[in-house]
T-cell receptor, first 116, second 111 residues
Framework: EADIYQTPRYLVIGTGKKITLECSQTMGHDKMYWYQQDPGMELHLIHYSYGVNSTEKGDLSSESTVSRIRTEHFPLTLESARPSHTSQYLC???????????????FGPGTRLTVL | QQPVQSPQAVILREGEDAVINCSSSKALYSVHWYRQKHGEAPVFLMILLKGGEQMRHEKISASFNEKKQQSSLYLTASQLSYSGTYFCGTEVEGRDDKIIFGKGTRLHILP
């Protein structure tokens, strides 16, 4: 069982506000990910990190930014929130679990963001 | 690059079997299967590697056909707790440790 935490769990905010979604894991995993998921829909990878000071954009273009200053912490920031940003944001981290280099992703509980 | 899942949705009675398929146009290194219940985060079920064996999680098993770049998830004697959305995630050869998920298959088990 992985320990990965996200705060806040729910956020309702007005247009134009700057927000930061927090994600922390206590397993020392190097790789961390942010996904965006609309209700009942697929997971879209928006950012990932292979370790400290490493960040990459995912396959879905996003106006958000991320930072990775510490291994355990991978916050996501929206400089100016808009209604189109309304969605669920899931953070994940992964570890190598087998002898063949396979890795398993563990997901946090998610932050449900609503921008009015 | 996104894998294609089929069917989009399945409704079963408890005890029936189901198969969910996942295919990719890219050469794959691994296929990951996750289940997500409504309002919860996805939960890892199993991973299949190129050249690896068929995997099993309780009464759920999966296979990976490397020639077809296809994986199938087999749910045997389904239980009410199997309800949820099943996502396959694929990792292409080259090992960038990125998992790209399919659109998901909704499974609803009736008592």
């Amino acid at each position: 069982e992985a320990d990965i935490y996200q705060t806040p769990r729910y956020l309702v905010i007005g247009t134009g506000k700057k927000i930061t979604l927090e994600c922390s894991q206590t397993m020392g995993h190097d790789k961390m990910y942010w996904y965006q998921q609309d209700p009942g829909m697929e997971l879209h990878l928006i950012h990932y990190s292979y370790g400290v000071n490493s960040t990459e954009k995912g396959d879905l273009s996003s106006e958000s930014t991320v930072s990775r200053i510490r291994t355990e912490h991978f916050p996501l920031t929206l400089e100016s929130a808009r209604p189109s940003h309304t969605s669920q944001y899931l953070c994940a981290s992964s570890e190598y679990t087998g002898t063949s280099g396979e890795h398993t992703q563990y997901f946090g509980p998610g932050t449900r963001l609503t921008v009015l | 690059q996104q894998p294609v899942q089929s069917p989009q949705a399945v409704i079963l009675r408890e005890g029936e079997d189901a198969v969910i398929n996942c295919s990719s146009s890219k050469a794959l290194y691994s296929v990951h299967w996750y289940r997500q219940k409504h309002g919860e985060a996805p939960v890892f079920l199993m991973i299949l590697l190129k050249g690896g064996e068929q995997m099993r999680h309780e009464k759920i098993s999966a296979s990976f056909n490397e020639k077809k770049q296809q994986s199938s998830l087999y749910l045997t004697a389904s239980q009410l707790s199997y309800s949820g959305t099943y996502f396959c995630g694929t990792e292409v050869e080259g090992r960038d440790d990125k998992i790209i998920f399919g659109k998901g298959t909704r499974l609803h088990i009736l008592p």
